[in-house]
């Protein structure tokens, strides 16, 4: 299959899966995720429509984002180290994978040099995952979203997470629901915190993503096959 028509089959299958689900089509974005892949790929991608990508490596977007024309947004969904920062203010329109205040601090200061306000979600480890990153939640965290949303050089758009990684989808759909309900606690305790975007679901879970809220799926192999 080529990328034109994974492009086509993805689409459509959103748009049935927003039908079945009362969700308005235009609330749910696709995000590209080009990571490992050339940019051959990309501009394919980029060439059928395909305006938003994701990179999980900093070394990599820099190779990447001055290749694409202007208007290809890319967003950072792997974990940033500190070194790394600089560069990825400058590399990307949002940061989707903030997993600490001590992150989000040096992001906001970096795009505070560089007169810029940083959009960005909250990486969270919804299924309490040891093996991955983002923010655990428990009452600490909600001492630190306090001190997050205070940033003025970030504007925290939202919520990111990556499903249960389990078989059972009741499960997965369940983490989803987790991801959608913090969200809300979110909104209904800080009236002042405005964020509505969920960045939810991958090539194998966007089913149950979608249906439960998610604003932002992020597909990489059924675009653009198989990694290594
Ligand atoms: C790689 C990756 C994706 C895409 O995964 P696929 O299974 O290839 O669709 C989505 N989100 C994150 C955070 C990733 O690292």
Same mark, same amino acid.
């Given at each position: 299959m080529s990328i034109k028509e994974n492009l086509e089959y993805i689409h459509n299958s959103i748009e049935e899966i927003a039908l079945k689900n009362n969700r308005d089509i235009s609330s749910i974005k696709l995000l590209a995720v080009s990571k490992t892949k050339p940019i051959e790929l990309l501009q394919e991608a980029y060439n059928e429509g395909q305006r938003l990508f994701g990179e999980n490596r900093v070394s990599e977007a820099e190779i990447k984002v001055p290749l694409l024309p202007k208007d290809a947004e890319f967003h950072l969904i792997g974990h940033l180290q500190s070194n790394k920062v600089k560069k990825a203010c400058k590399y990307f329109?949002?940061?989707?994978?903030?997993?600490s205040l001590k992150i989000a601090k040096k992001i906001d200061k970096t795009c505070y040099e560089f007169n810029k306000v940083m959009d960005v979600y909250l990486d969270i480890n919804i299924a309490n995952d040891k093996n991955k990153t983002g923010f655990i939640v428990n009452d600490s965290f909600f001492t630190i979203f306090e001190e997050l949303k205070e940033?003025? @050089?970030? @504007?925290?758009?939202g919520l990111m997470c990556i499903g249960a990684h389990v078989e059972d989808r009741d499960e997965i759909s369940n983490s989803f629901k987790d991801l959608r309900m913090l969200l809300n606690t979110l909104k209904s305790k800080y009236p002042d915190f405005n964020g509505d975007k969920l960045s939810m679901g991958m090539s194998s879970d966007y089913f149950e993503a979608i249906k439960e809220g998610s604003t932002m799926v992020r597909i990489g192999s059924s675009i653009f096959g198989s990694r290594l």
């Open positions: 329109k949002c940061i989707q994978s903030v997993d940033l003025k @050089n970030i @504007n925290i758009l």
